[in-house]
């Protein structure tokens, strides 16, 4: 059995010591993820203009006329997560990557048996479902490749990326965008879950917010450290180690609790209610290190446009309302 580490003060010095926590932690290729410097660091410089702020600043329009539709044909009667918070995430990822509508519908499949067997701990739909997301993926390069895809669009962005001089293989173009999809799907739907259901039992922060919309950011990043969307990452201890007086072995790979580690007492005071006087550094949502997310800016955007309609939503459903 893994340790699990569920201290922040553990958490944050182990993600702040990589050459001897090493993030490969299984034999399947996982970019940038499961990497160690200097290979980390060569990808991930790759990767991070894929968030930078002038790809963003032309997403947001799109971004926004998605949540418009999504809230306007919402029915009366819905369910947060199947009505909401998956096609939301689902279309922002495809929206975001320049994919066509078709791809949705098999994405939001592959998502679905995907966590269904990951939960079941079932090794070979895991490796069926990879097989899979691969030759989706391949598709979608090939046709990007042969330019049927605008030349800024992220996929056609990616598939013409050069590593010291050489094209990215679709192996490690599957991967990259494996850890977004990933990365993306799974923790932005279950973070607009977390909003609908934070803000139908809070209506005081609801109004307040809806009268100083410019605190979104820091309102969804509170409301998310004690309701963690992704639940952990692995290390792998390179060499024996001690954490919190405890002896390690090498090669231990041990799982970081991201929300214990983000409701450890010892830190946050109260770590289950919502609080606007804490400190943001000690939030660890999107981690810390040189592993930090490298999408928050675009997680950050997809939750600030999905709250900012979510709040203007005054006389609907009760899923909104309590009471
Ligand atoms: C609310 C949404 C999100 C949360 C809470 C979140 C959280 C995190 C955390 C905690 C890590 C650090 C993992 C570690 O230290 O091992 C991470 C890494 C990562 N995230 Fe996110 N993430 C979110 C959204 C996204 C999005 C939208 C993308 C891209 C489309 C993304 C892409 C990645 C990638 C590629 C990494 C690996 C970075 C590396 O190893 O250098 N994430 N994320």
Same mark, same amino acid.
């Given at each position: 059995?893994?340790? *699990?580490?569920?201290?922040?003060?553990?958490?944050?010095?182990?993600?702040?010591?990589?050459?001897?926590?090493?993030?490969?932690?299984?034999?399947?290729?996982? *970019?940038?993820?499961?990497?160690?410097?200097?290979?980390?660091?060569?990808?991930?410089?790759?990767?991070?203009?894929?968030?930078?702020?002038?790809?963003?600043?032309?997403?947001?329009?799109?971004?926004?006329?998605?949540?418009?539709?999504?809230?306007?044909?919402?029915?009366?009667?819905?369910?947060?997560?199947?009505?909401?918070?998956?096609?939301?995430?689902?279309?922002?990822?495809?929206?975001?990557?320049?994919?066509?509508?078709?791809?949705?519908?098999?994405?939001?499949?592959?998502?679905?048996?995907?966590?269904?067997?990951?939960?079941?701990?079932?090794?070979?739909?895991?490796?069926?479902?990879?097989?899979?997301?691969?030759?989706?993926?391949?598709?979608?390069?090939?046709?990007?490749?042969?330019?049927?895809?605008?030349?800024?669009?992220?996929?056609?962005?990616?598939?013409?990326?050069?590593?010291?001089?050489?094209?990215?293989?679709?192996?490690?173009?599957?991967?990259?965008?494996?850890?977004?999809? *990933?990365?993306?799907?799974?923790?932005?739907?279950?973070?607009?879950?977390?909003?609908?259901?934070?803000?139908?039992?809070?209506?005081?922060?609801?109004?307040?917010?809806?009268?100083?919309?410019?605190?979104?950011?820091?309102?969804?990043?509170?409301?998310?450290?004690?309701?963690?969307?992704?639940?952990?990452?692995?290390?792998?201890?390179?060499?024996?180690?001690?954490?919190?007086?405890?002896?390690?072995?090498?090669?231990?790979?041990?799982?970081?609790?991201?929300?214990?580690?983000?409701?450890?007492?010892?830190?946050?005071?109260?770590?289950?209610?919502?609080?606007?006087?804490?400190?943001?550094?000690?939030?660890?949502?999107?981690?810390?290190?040189?592993?930090?997310?490298?999408?928050?800016?675009?997680?950050?955007?997809?939750?600030?446009?999905?709250?900012?309609?979510?709040?203007?939503?005054?006389?609907?459903?009760?899923?909104?309302?309590?009471?």
């Amino acid at each position: 059995m893994s340790p *699990v580490i569920r201290k922040h003060a553990d958490v944050v010095a182990i993600l702040h010591a990589p050459e001897t926590w090493s993030n490969q932690v299984s034999s399947h290729l996982n *970019v940038p993820n499961g990497m160690d410097a200097p290979e980390h660091t060569l990808y991930r410089k790759l990767i991070e203009p894929f968030f930078d702020a002038q790809t963003l600043h032309r997403f947001e329009p799109v971004l926004k006329n998605i949540v418009t539709r999504l809230f306007r044909e919402l029915p009366e009667e819905f369910n947060v997560e199947s009505d909401l918070a998956y096609p939301f995430a689902l279309q922002a990822q495809c929206a975001f990557m320049g994919w066509p509508c078709d791809l949705e519908a098999a994405l939001l499949q592959w998502i679905q048996r995907q966590q269904k067997a990951s939960a079941a701990g079932d090794r070979e739909a895991m490796r069926l479902l990879a097989t899979e997301f691969s030759q989706l993926m391949v598709a979608e390069f090939k046709r990007a490749r042969a330019g049927e895809y605008p030349v800024d669009s992220l996929t056609s962005r990616l598939v013409h990326l050069r590593i010291e001089g050489e094209p990215l293989t679709d192996e490690y173009l599957v991967s990259i965008v494996r850890n977004w999809t *990933v990365g993306e799907l799974g923790t932005i739907a279950n973070a607009v879950k977390a909003i609908v259901n934070f803000f139908k039992a809070n209506q005081v922060v609801r109004k307040q917010l809806t009268q100083a919309p410019e605190h979104i950011d820091h309102a969804v990043d509170e409301i998310l450290r004690f309701n963690a969307p992704l639940a952990s990452n692995r290390r792998r201890a390179v060499c024996p180690m001690h954490i919190n007086g405890q002896a390690v072995k090498a090669d231990t790979v041990v799982t970081l609790d991201w929300g214990a580690a983000n409701t450890d007492p010892e830190v946050f005071e109260q770590p289950h209610q919502f609080r606007w006087d804490r400190d943001p550094r000690d939030n660890l949502l999107y981690g810390t290190g040189i592993h930090v997310c490298p999408g928050a800016p675009l997680a950050r955007l997809e939750l600030r446009a999905f709250t900012q309609t979510l709040l203007t939503q005054k006389t609907r459903s009760p899923a909104f309302h309590a009471g």
